[in-house]
């Protein structure tokens, strides 16, 4: 991200000094011929929706409402470093805007259609969507969000040409600004955000000739600090959960770590390129034999380092102490007929790569040599991404508590 965000930075620059090289600030021959381009085929429908773009893109809407918004939902998906990230990069795209409009001072067109302040160069508006574009993308990483990212940049950026507001090299300017300080931004705070992306499937990496790619690979006992890790990681419905508990560790201890004590044979990692573990599946093949031991060996072992607060109004650590403790046999209605289950996360930088999917076919191929009849998953509501990737995987809504949806799928 800080090769990307440096060589989209330097080709703003670059083009800044190019667009003020024209004597007399007059504007280029593509730029002329683009505007008269625009007056010549806009239509008043064109006209009226260059307008509300206008207004959704700048003024109060753009300094405030998208940002609050943006930074709303990722407060309540209790991602507050990522919503640190998005604010840092909004205010960041604006102040380098708004700059390089004082420095330049480039005359706007002359028949514009709609008011708007001094400097034409670079466009705020398209700025600040290409700025939105990649921090959603960055954070959501889904083939989806990119391409309504990408049209709704490309849209806000036409617009702007309607309304002979800006030239065109104003627009790719803005494109090049906003997107290089989303970038340069998630460069410096990558990792403490848990931001992530990646370009496709690993195998299409490969074949690229991209460099180390991630790969999937047996659990070693050295991977158990990074099965701590990346479990808290993604513990809050696919989110960041760290710092919500007074000690971190207790997630693992809880929802990891048990199953590659009990069943190392059961449980793979995914393996980035530089050699680190940044996802992994732990399973059971026997859900009431594990949760006996759970209960009778594993539970006893680590409860006391989790003493519960005292307070008469539980804490969320409480609550997960709780859960733990009433973990035994017998409390599973689906084990009979789903008899495995599971646990699957991935890093965001993991994601859209095709990983999740073969670390469940993994393990699928794996319970079915054994002869295991089902295997059966449980999942926070609100994670609905996650939902839609266990139904693609041919796995069916079971029966479920108001705290959980539970996934389930035969084998034989």
């Not at 594990?290 to 609550?319: I, L």
Request: hydrophobic share 45%; proline share 6%; net charge neutral.
């Amino acid at each position: 991200m800080l090769t990307a965000g440096g060589a989209l930075l330097a080709a703003g620059l670059v083009l800044a000094v190019a667009v003020m090289a024209v004597p007399d600030g007059a504007p280029g021959a593509v730029d002329a011929d683009w505007n008269r381009l625009m007056v010549r085929v806009r239509q008043p429908w064109m006209v009226d929706a260059a307008r509300v773009l206008d207004v959704i893109g700048g003024g109060w809407a753009a300094a405030l409402l998208g940002p609050v918004l943006i930074i709303g939902v990722l407060l309540m998906r209790r991602r507050a470093r990522s919503a640190v990230y998005a604010a840092a990069a909004l205010a960041i795209s604006a102040g380098l805007v708004q700059s390089i409009k004082g420095i330049l001072g480039r005359a706007r067109p002359e028949d514009l259609l709609v008011s708007s302040d001094f400097g034409s160069f670079p466009s705020g508006h398209t700025a600040n969507a290409a700025t939105v574009a990649v921090v959603l993308a960055l954070l959501f990483p889904r083939r989806w969000v990119v391409a309504v990212g990408v049209c709704g940049t490309a849209m806000m950026a036409l617009s702007r040409t309607i309304l002979s507001v800006h030239w065109l090299t104003d627009t790719i300017g803005g494109m090049l600004l906003g997107a290089a300080a989303a970038l340069l931004v998630a460069a410096a705070v990558g990792g403490w955000a848990s931001i992530g992306w990646t370009r496709g499937p690993a195998s299409e990496q490969a074949e690229a000739g991209e460099g180390p790619v991630p790969s999937i690979r047996p659990y070693r006992p050295s991977d158990l600090e990074a099965v701590y890790d990346v479990c808290v990681r993604t513990a809050d419905g696919g989110a960041d959960a760290r710092g919500i508990l007074a000690d971190d560790r207790l997630w693992g201890d809880v929802f990891a770590v048990p199953y590659v004590q009990r069943h190392p044979d059961l449980a793979w990692v995914v393996e980035s390129g530089d050699g680190r573990a940044v996802g992994y599946l732990v399973a059971t093949d026997d859900t009431e034999a594990f949760e006996t031991w759970f209960r009778d060996e594993w539970w006893p072992g680590v409860a006391a380092r989790y003493p519960t607060s005292g307070s008469t109004r539980p804490t969320r650590q409480d609550e997960l102490i709780g859960y733990a403790g009433r973990r035994g046999p017998g409390r599973e209605p689906h084990a009979a007929r789903y008899p495995a289950h599971l646990h699957i996360d991935l890093l965001p930088e993991t994601q859209g790569q095709g990983l999740g999917r073969e670390l469940m076919q993994t393990l699928l191929t794996e319970l079915r040599r054994r002869g295991v009849a089902g295997v059966h998953l449980g999942m926070n509501p609100d994670n609905t991404g996650a939902g839609a990737f266990y139904e693609r995987l041919g796995m069916s809504r079971l029966e479920s508590g108001p705290d959980s949806t539970m996934y389930g799928l035969r084998l034989d």
